[in-house]
């Protein structure tokens, strides 16, 4: 079983719509949980950024961490057709360089 | 400030033949990275390191080979490439610290024949 299990897609919305992403992982040492966009041949790219448990709002985006359960989401909404990406949950504990553990991705796509 | 780059872009290589990977960032990261992303296994990590002339191995090292001599450089080698190490690379630094956050350079794609 991975430590971080995230539903592959696609994903397919109409414009407008609310999008939410979902990544469960198995490791309670993570403390540190973040999403990255990555475009078609394009290197990821930090969206959001969450330590512990909460929420944490940036526009049109929310990153929710459930601890308790272990789960973690990232809601999008007015999603538009530039959002059509593939969404990387990571996590990390700390220390010991810091690695991040990464989902497989879950590709987006939002119709006109 | 260019943060991070890779080169090459792309490469075709043939099986047992060796190539050198560089990365290269500009924002005085302490850390830095090397991945390599294949189709439904998602971002693996090779090697990493945490300073200037440090490398540690990753979940995936077999077969790779890294170099940290300068801060801002970081070299993945492969001495004798197979074709199992067809992929997309790719680097990322960080800070340190408390910052976790990584930042990811553009890719290089490699195709081992």
């Known amino acids: 079983q991975k430590e971080v299990e995230q539903d592959p897609g696609p994903l397919s919305v109409p414009e407008g719509a609310i999008v939410s992403l979902n990544c469960t992982y198995s490791?309670?040492?993570?403390?540190?949980f973040m999403w990255y966009r990555q475009y078609s041949r394009k290197g990821p790219e930090l969206l959001m950024y969450?330590?512990?448990?909460g929420n944490k709002e940036d526009g049109r985006f929310t990153a929710q961490v459930d601890k308790s359960s272990k789960y973690i989401s990232l809601f999008i909404r007015d999603s538009q057709p530039s959002d059509s990406a593939t969404y990387l949950c990571a996590m990390s504990g700390g220390g010991g360089g810091n690695k991040l553990t990464f989902g497989t991705g879950t590709q987006l796509k939002v119709e006109l | 400030n260019a943060g991070v780059t890779q080169t090459p872009k792309f490469r075709v290589l043939k099986t047992g033949q060796s190539m050198t990977l560089l990365c290269a960032q500009d924002?005085?990261?302490?850390?830095m990275y090397w991945y390599r992303q294949d189709p439904g296994m998602g971002l693996r990590l090779i090697h990493y390191s945490v300073g200037e002339g440090t490398t540690a191995k990753g979940e995936v090292p077999d077969g790779y080979n890294v170099s940290r001599l300068k801060k801002q450089n970081f070299l993945l080698g492969l001495e004798s490439a197979a074709p199992s190490q067809t992929s997309v690379y790719f680097c990322?630094?960080?800070?340190?610290?408390?910052?976790?956050?990584?930042?990811f350079g553009p890719g290089t794609r490699l195709l081992v024949l």
């Open positions: 490791n309670s040492a993570f403390q540190y």
């Open positions: 969450t330590y512990s448990s």
């Open positions: 990322a630094s960080r800070e340190g610290g408390i910052k976790e956050t990584q930042y």
């Open positions: 924002m005085n990261h302490e850390y």
